[in-house]
């Protein structure tokens, strides 16, 4: 199917299964793909390869995390009458694609992508200089361009990774024909959602709000998160502004919270424990819905795992016709055909 064909662009995002979720991905990533389900043509993959790229050493996690990730997609709102959901790996020609992908990939482009140079520097405790870390943006074209995808919404940092994709795909439609539409990035403007300790929001600060923490967590969470630096005494006023609880308030809360907040904590007219009680029961008010529908999935995991199943089993159906398009266009499809005069020399 070529990608005039279809009858809604295609969208490839996908995750990689490092543990449950936190706000910071339901921001950044989740609540986008939820709002996209009835706009294009999803695919969601678990990408269970690129966590190897860099925990390679042990894999004894990489199973339960892709199911707990399922089950956190599914709490959210990705719907499996609406999306594809699946798991890379058990799709191998992502795999394949990946190798014919590599054939035509130069080093160079490679080498120069930021992210690839920033985490070499920047993640001490693994050795990365492997050929999979380095070859870890192919995969992604290949995750991408195995379904003809249209439409990858991405961060800022991710955009090189598209562009990649796009110079890649060029690449071989050059040697070989036209097979591969070329993506394009869809830029997920995200708001600044700080931590706990007001950074971003990220596990490996361990700041996060789960998406699965129950009531009582969230709002000691909340208790212990920093504000205003100015606001030392109950009767200092502060600034919403350059609070990171006034961060949460601007994505979570309604509009007459937000106006209780400015006037409130301008004037020191409220407390900060009172404000970040609004802030919790904005956040309580998000996560209660999302852990309602993990409930079923966690007394059954198996209904997430036989959803899983039943994706990836679509998936292989559409990547399994892109390759076939791959190979009759490099000329090495799989049936058998009469050898020419010239033996093949
Ligand atoms: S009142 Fe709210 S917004 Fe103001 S400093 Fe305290 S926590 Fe932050």
Same mark, same amino acid.
Not at 110 to 127: A, S
Not at 232 to 254: A, E, Q, T, Y
């Given at each position: 199917?070529?990608?005039?064909?279809?009858?809604?662009k295609?969208?490839?995002?996908g995750?990689?299964?490092?543990?449950?979720?936190?706000?910071?991905?339901y921001?950044?990533a989740?609540?986008?793909?939820?709002?996209?389900?009835?706009?294009?043509?999803?695919?969601?993959?678990?990408?269970?390869?690129?966590?190897?790229t860099?925990?390679?050493?042990?894999?004894?996690?990489?199973?339960?995390?892709?199911?707990?990730?399922?089950?956190?997609w599914?709490?959210a709102?990705?719907?499996?009458?609406?999306?594809?959901?699946?798991?890379?790996?058990h799709?191998?020609?992502?795999?394949?694609?990946?190798?014919?992908?590599?054939?035509?990939?130069?080093?160079?482009?490679?080498?120069?992508?930021?992210t690839?140079?920033?985490q070499?520097?920047?993640?001490?405790?693994?050795d990365?200089?492997?050929?999979g870390?380095?070859?870890?943006?192919?995969l992604?074209?290949?995750?991408?361009?195995?379904?003809?995808?249209?439409?990858?919404?991405?961060?800022?940092?991710?955009v090189?990774?598209?562009?990649?994709?796009?110079?890649?795909?060029?690449?071989?439609?050059?040697?070989?024909g036209?097979?591969f539409?070329e993506?394009?990035?869809? %830029?997920?403007?995200a708001?600044?959602?700080?931590?706990?300790?007001g950074?971003?929001?990220?596990?490996?600060?361990?700041?996060?709000?789960? %998406?699965?923490?129950p009531?009582?967590?969230?709002?000691?969470? %909340?208790?212990?998160?920093?504000?205003?630096?100015?606001?030392?005494?109950?009767?200092?006023?502060?600034?919403?502004?350059?609070?990171?609880?006034?961060?949460?308030?601007k994505i979570?809360?309604?509009?007459e919270?937000?106006?209780?907040?400015?006037?409130?904590c301008?004037?020191?007219g409220?407390?900060?424990?009172?404000?970040?009680?609004?802030a919790?029961?904005?956040?309580?008010q %998000?996560?209660?819905?999302?852990?309602?529908?993990r409930?079923?999935?966690?007394?059954?995991?198996?209904?997430a795992?036989?959803?899983?199943?039943?994706?990836?089993?679509?998936?292989?159906?559409?990547?399994?016709a892109?390759?076939?398009?791959?190979r009759a266009?490099?000329?090495?499809t799989?049936a058998?055909?009469?050898p020419k005069?010239?033996?093949?020399q």
């Amino acid at each position: 199917m070529t990608s005039s064909s279809k009858s809604r662009k295609r969208v490839l995002s996908g995750m990689r299964p490092t543990g449950k979720l936190h706000l910071g991905n339901y921001v950044g990533a989740l609540d986008n793909w939820v709002r996209m389900q009835d706009e294009y043509e999803c695919y969601f993959e678990v990408a269970d390869w690129h966590a190897l790229t860099t925990d390679y050493a042990d894999t004894s996690r990489v199973k339960q995390n892709s199911l707990q990730v399922a089950l956190d997609w599914l709490a959210a709102g990705l719907d499996p009458e609406k999306s594809v959901i699946f798991i890379q790996s058990h799709v191998p020609a992502h795999a394949e694609l990946h190798l014919l992908l590599s054939m035509i990939t130069p080093l160079g482009w490679l080498e120069r992508v930021p992210t690839y140079k920033e985490q070499r520097e920047n993640i001490q405790d693994k050795d990365l200089g492997t050929y999979g870390f380095l070859g870890y943006p192919v995969l992604q074209a290949a995750d991408i361009l195995v379904y003809k995808g249209d439409v990858v919404p991405v961060g800022e940092d991710q955009v090189a990774h598209v562009e990649l994709t796009r110079e890649i795909a060029r690449r071989f439609n050059g040697f070989y024909g036209d097979v591969f539409p070329e993506p394009q990035s869809l %830029l997920t403007i995200a708001p600044k959602l700080p931590g706990t300790d007001g950074r971003k929001m990220s596990k490996s600060y361990g700041n996060t709000i789960l %998406l699965t923490d129950p009531e009582p967590v969230v709002r000691r969470k %909340l208790k212990t998160m920093v504000t205003d630096p100015a606001r030392v005494r109950r009767s200092d006023p502060g600034n919403p502004d350059v609070c990171p609880v006034g961060d949460l308030h601007k994505i979570f809360s309604g509009k007459e919270t937000m106006a209780k907040v400015y006037e409130g904590c301008r004037s020191a007219g409220i407390g900060c424990i009172e404000c970040k009680g609004w802030a919790a029961d904005a956040l309580v008010q %998000l996560l209660s819905p999302m852990q309602q529908r993990r409930k079923k999935f966690e007394d059954n995991p198996r209904l997430a795992w036989d959803i899983l199943e039943a994706g990836s089993e679509r998936a292989r159906k559409t990547a399994a016709a892109t390759m076939d398009d791959a190979r009759a266009a490099m000329g090495m499809t799989l049936a058998y055909e009469k050898p020419k005069p010239d033996g093949g020399q």
